[in-house]
């Protein structure tokens, strides 16, 4: 790909460098599918990422790129969401030089696939990728290059984790990626996830490890759980999952 350069595959960056001064993040929400939107810059090179970004507030999430004088490189899916679709394909026609993002194993269109082990560099800063598969198989957890927040997806929500019945979910699998690749995490490393329905913004490492109802079970009690939450289907599911396939829009219309 362009650019291939600050893709460096297969181990974890240093932290980082300069200055010092912390990474500059925004988290945005979008109301209809309680998604969270992360934006992360370096202050220096001006260089930024977005996490998740949603269609319905790509125009909100290119207007404060904008005003804060970034140069949106990568517009990053955790995975392959099914309860809206990424706007990830409208930035790159709203902010030309913005590649699309999302892992090789959830099948979908994307500028670059990532693998475990990937590192997504954006100044100072990058952000390793943990496969982190059972919600869906292409689920992905992003770790800032500190240890400092990880931004988890639907893997690991605040006191919950994402469902498993559907889009082949696996709470086996789901399970042992949380404990191995997200809980062994520094304790005070802040979790960011994908969605949130109560109201809360941020936990942390330990907070999840020793509270989250779910997943401070045996691996057995938690398939025995998840097996049992007979969730309704995600009102955007039929129309989502196949749009995020394509990463949302491809193509900028002509």
């Known amino acids: 790909m362009a650019g291939s350069v600050l893709k460096i595959a297969g181990r974890r960056l240093s932290q980082h460098t300069g200055s010092g001064a912390p990474v500059l993040l925004r988290q945005m929400f979008e109301p209809k ?5 992360y934006l992360l810059g370096d202050r220096e090179s001006r260089e930024a990422v977005l996490i998740d970004p949603v269609l319905e507030t790509a125009q909100r999430d290119a207007q404060l790129v904008k005003e804060l004088g970034l140069r949106l490189l990568y517009a990053v899916n955790t995975h392959c969401h099914a309860d809206h679709i990424t706007g990830s394909g409208l930035l790159r026609s709203l902010l030309p030089g913005c590649q699309s993002v999302i892992s090789r194993l959830s099948g979908a269109q994307a500028d670059w696939h990532i693998e475990d082990g990937d590192s997504i560099q954006f100044g100072r800063f990058a952000l390793e990728t943990r496969a982190s598969p059972g919600h869906t198989p292409g689920c ?5 290059n500190d240890h400092s927040m990880a931004f988890t997806g639907d893997a690991l929500l605040i006191r919950g984790c994402g469902r498993t019945d559907f889009q ?3 709470a086996e699998t789901l399970y042992h990626s949380v404990h191995e690749k997200i809980f062994t995490l520094p304790g005070n490393c802040l979790i960011y996830p994908a969605h949130d329905y109560h109201g809360l913004t941020v936990s942390t490492v330990e907070e999840e490890r020793t509270l989250n109802p779910r997943l401070t079970l045996s691996c057995e009690e938690f398939v025995k759980v998840m097996d049992k939450l007979n969730l309704p289907k995600p009102q955007q599911i039929d129309f989502a999952v196949p749009a995020n396939m394509r990463c949302g829009i491809q193509t900028p219309p002509s």
């Open 33 to 37: 599918s309680c998604t969270y939107t």
């Open 140 to 144: 992905v957890t992003f770790v800032l």
């Open 168 to 170: 082949q979910g696996c």
